[in-house]
């Protein structure tokens, strides 16, 4: 079993940052390919971005590509999203999610076992 734990969160003006973190326990944690995920209202929650139980890989969203970065500690269990030049549409609740997940479906919600209970990101214009 896996517990995750998100914050961060905040409003920022648009072409600011944020770093998210999301703090992660369970004996296994570090083995887990992690990703964010987001959702706003009327959507369905998308991809952001994941990386690798080892770091070494990561993968974006288009819509993130060059403005976000993943990153993750596994000596402190923890995961990282930097946000920089935000944009009012990145606004949504942010989620960080494990699993053990095929290189392919790293940007499908479905295949992540275990999820966090969300961090609000508002970006105003």
């Known amino acids: 079993q896996v517990q995750l734990v998100e914050s961060g969160g905040g409003l920022v003006q648009a072409g600011g940052s944020l770093r998210l973190s999301c703090a992660a326990s369970g004996r296994t944690a570090s083995s887990y390919t992690m990703g964010w995920f987001r959702q706003s209202p009327g959507k369905q929650r998308e991809f952001v971005a994941a990386?690798?139980?080892?770091?070494?890989?990561?993968y974006y969203a288009d819509s993130v590509k060059g403005r976000f970065t993943i990153s993750r500690d596994n000596a402190k269990n923890t995961v990282y999203l930097q946000m920089n030049s935000l944009k009012p549409e990145d606004t949504a609740v942010y989620y960080c999610?494990?699993?053990?997940?095929?290189?392919?479906?790293?940007?499908?919600?479905?295949?992540?076992?275990?999820w966090g209970q969300g961090t609000q990101v508002t970006v105003s214009s």
């Open positions: 999610a494990a699993g053990e997940v095929p290189n392919n479906w790293l940007h499908s919600r479905y295949e992540y076992d275990y």
């Open positions: 990386i690798s139980w080892s770091g070494g890989r990561t």
